[in-house]
């Protein structure tokens, strides 16, 4: 493995220490889909962190989870997040025996709706109000 394909998730994006994590989900989640929850929590950090929940319940095969993992990885990178730590949790199973979750048409939904729950929590510029 190559250290150009690291350069886009490094570990300082990465929430990997319990602490961090039951800090992030002792709040309320931010955002629902239909198969995932959103947690958010303002960091002192310079950058946005991830940590990704893909339970063995809820996607039982690991190429299932695998994919989801990966879909969310890439969601954040592409998101221009200010300095949050966001968790994204599986709540909803996602494998079922007339769509697999390798099938292409899953494989884009999942990405589609990780995309807006990341893009939810882009930080617009505000305009000062004109106050006359």
């Known amino acids: 493995m190559t250290g150009d394909r690291l350069q886009g998730y490094a570990r300082a994006q990465r929430i990997v220490k319990t602490d961090d994590f039951s800090s992030v989900f002792r709040l309320r989640p931010v955002k629902k889909t239909a198969h995932f929850v959103l947690y958010a929590k303002p960091s002192a950090l310079p950058q946005a962190r991830l940590g990704i929940v893909a339970a ?3 996607a039982p095969r690991a190429v299932t989870r695998n994919t989801i993992k990966r ?3 890439e969601a954040f990178r592409q998101a221009a997040l200010p300095a949050i730590d966001c968790i994204v949790r599986l709540s909803n199973p996602v494998n079922s025996r007339k769509g697999p979750a390798t099938s292409a048409t899953l ?4 990405r589609e709706e990780l995309t807006r729950l990341l893009q939810s929590q882009q930080r617009t510029p505000h305009l000062p109000e004109d106050s006359q």
């Open 107 to 110: 494989k884009a939904a999942l």
């Open 71 to 73: 879909a969310a990885r």
């Open 56 to 58: 063995k319940r809820l």
